[in-house]
């Protein structure tokens, strides 16, 4: 009789526990690596105009170097046409021999300043072409650095996203689901005073988005909206009815995006932000009339429902 070897188990699902802490140590990572960005994005940068001001110098010195050649070519030339006084002139007097040699000397003189000269801005451009070299070889370096780093960020956040879906997929809202979609409607409890989905919809909202300027969810004024059922919450994203900044705004719409995304598990019936609402029924966003305001608009918070 052949023996059957046992079914081999699965591994177990990780706990929320167990992926918050991997949620904790990629987090880390991922702001050593954002640190270390902008870091070598800095070095970069100030590698650019230290390579800029080397090749600006190189100029300067090779223009200089090309004015002070040209006239020392002048000067030979010059020499070489006009000729020098010959020997048999100097023996037999047919000229002031110290006139004669004292033009000479001259001459050698000048071109001789000449050439030191030209060989001191000959060693200035090597030098300034040797720093060129040098800032463009860092440049290129921390470009690649700056480049692969970026890379690893958006690894690195692609998979504290996926860590973070994990976790939101390990809750399901509370209560009776109907056949149709809809959910059999909560009563608010507790000191929030709101029902235990829109409850743990919140959660999971600041959990991951960390929600800047605070949540409002219940409100006792009858307006016919689910405030005062405990089965909304506004996420603001400024103070004062004022605008959000761009940052905010996005951050908006990946909350937006979320609870979408979560709508059937979580119970969430529908979403409105800039002016949009999004109904679970309907699948898709419809613009909104204009309120007047940023608030009433929904510009500054996501508003979300749950049945």
Same mark, same amino acid.
């Given at each position: ?22 949620? +904790? ?24 105009? /230290?390579?800029?001001? /080397?090749?600006?110098?190189?100029? +300067? +010195? ?13 000067? /030979? ?26 033009? @000479? ?10 050439? /030191? ?8 451009? *090597? ?21 692969? %780093? ?14 973070? *879906?994990?976790?939101?997929?390990? #809750? ?28 743990? $919809? ?46 905010? %705004? ?18 969430? @019936?529908? $979403? ?26 929904? #510009? *500054? ?7």
């Amino acid at each position: 009789m052949v023996a059957v070897p046992a079914a081999v188990r699965a591994d177990p699902k990780p706990t929320a526990k167990q992926l918050r802490k991997d949620l +904790a140590a990629l987090q880390k990572e991922s702001d050593k690596l954002i640190t270390d960005y902008y870091s070598s994005r800095v070095s970069h940068q100030n590698a650019e105009k /230290a390579e800029k001001a /080397a090749r600006e110098k190189l100029a +300067a +010195a090779q223009e200089a170097f090309d004015l002070h050649s040209g006239e020392l070519r002048a000067m /030979a030339m010059a020499r070489y046409v006009g000729g020098e006084p010959s020997r048999f002139a100097l023996l037999t007097g047919g000229g002031d021999p110290s006139g004669l040699l004292g033009g @000479m000397a001259l001459t050698q003189h000048l071109i001789d300043a000449q050439a /030191a000269r030209l060989s001191g801005y000959a060693r200035v451009r *090597d030098s300034h072409q040797r720093a060129k070299d040098e800032s463009s070889a860092r440049a290129e370096e921390l470009a690649e650095t700056v480049e692969d %780093l970026e890379e690893r960020r958006k690894k690195a956040e692609k998979q504290i996203e996926r860590i973070r *879906d994990k976790i939101d997929q390990l #809750y399901t809202a509370p209560g009776i689901r109907r056949p149709d979609g809809t959910w059999v409607l909560q009563l608010p409890d507790g000191s929030d005073n709101v029902t235990p989905r829109m409850r743990l $919809v919140k959660k999971l909202i600041d959990d991951r988005f960390d929600v800047p300027y605070g949540i409002g969810c219940y409100r006792a004024i009858q307006d016919g909206g689910e405030h005062p059922l405990g089965r909304a919450c506004d996420f603001m994203l400024s103070r004062g009815g004022a605008m959000p900044s761009g940052e905010e %705004l996005k951050r908006g719409d990946q909350i937006a995006a979320w609870a979408i995304k979560n709508a059937k598990r979580l119970g969430i @019936m529908y $979403v409105i932000y800039r002016q949009r609402i999004w109904h679970a029924g309907t699948g898709g966003w419809r613009t909104m009339s204009d309120r007047g305001g940023t608030t009433a608009n929904h #510009y *500054d918070h996501p508003h979300i429902s749950v049945y």
